[in-house]
């Protein structure tokens, strides 16, 4: 990491994988060239859960141990300073550049293999990770959902191999 000063540790690296609204997935396909996806995640332990459809690009390429770096970002923001702090450092190109020209950051980068599920019941307890996420307030459906869509969908799990991450958040 060119930045040492921004690195962070692996369990803020697992926070932020954790918050993130979504992350980006890419990986080499077949045609040896870059297929990138924002996707919803849900992590447990050092596994990332996916789910997709039965065909397309995700049921080609992520399975057999593939390859598949993901990008999540938990927080993103440009700063809003006033102006009298503006003038207050009008003729410092520095100050400006890293205190009103930026953002503010939070991510990580994930290194991982990817397979697919295939166990009913790890299938089950991965959507279950990803609904309790994204859609909390509605569990009590879980089950009659989970069911139904369980044979119209893949779940694929990436195991973390190297994780990383930075900041950079204005004091």
């Keep these: 990491m ?5 690195e962070l540790d692996q369990e ?12 980006t997935l890419s990986c080499i396909d077949e045609n040896n060239e ?3 996806i924002p996707i919803s995640i849900a ?3 050092m596994s990332i859960y996916i789910h997709g459809a ?5 049921a080609r390429l992520y399975k ?16 809003t300073p006033s102006y009298e702090y503006c003038e207050s450092i009008k003729d410092s190109a520095s100050e400006l ?3 009103v020209f930026t953002t503010e950051y939070q991510s990580a980068i994930a290194k991982t293999k990817a397979y697919e599920v295939t166990n009913e019941s790890q299938k089950i307890k ?8 994204y859609t909390p307030n509605y569990m009590d459906y879980f089950d009659t959902a989970a069911i139904g869509l369980l044979s119209k969908i893949n779940i694929y799990e990436l195991k973390i191999e190297h994780l990383s991450a930075k900041a950079k958040i204005i004091k």
Excluded: M, W
Excluded at 54 to 58: I, M, N, V
Excluded at 64 to 79: F, T, Y
Excluded at 127 to 133: A, G, H, R
């Design 64 to 79: 057999d141990g593939k390859i598949v770096e993901l990008v999540a970002v938990s927080h993103n923001r440009v700063p």
């Design 2 to 6: 060119r930045r040492s000063d921004r």
């Design 97 to 99: 550049g890293s205190r």
């Design 54 to 58: 039965k065909t397309g690009s995700k």
């Design 126 to 133: 991965a959507l279950e990770l990803l609904c309790k996420k």
């Design 12 to 23: 803020i690296a697992l926070k932020i994988i954790d918050e993130c609204q979504y992350a």
């Design 34 to 36: 870059i297929f990138s």
């Design 43 to 45: 992590r447990d332990g």
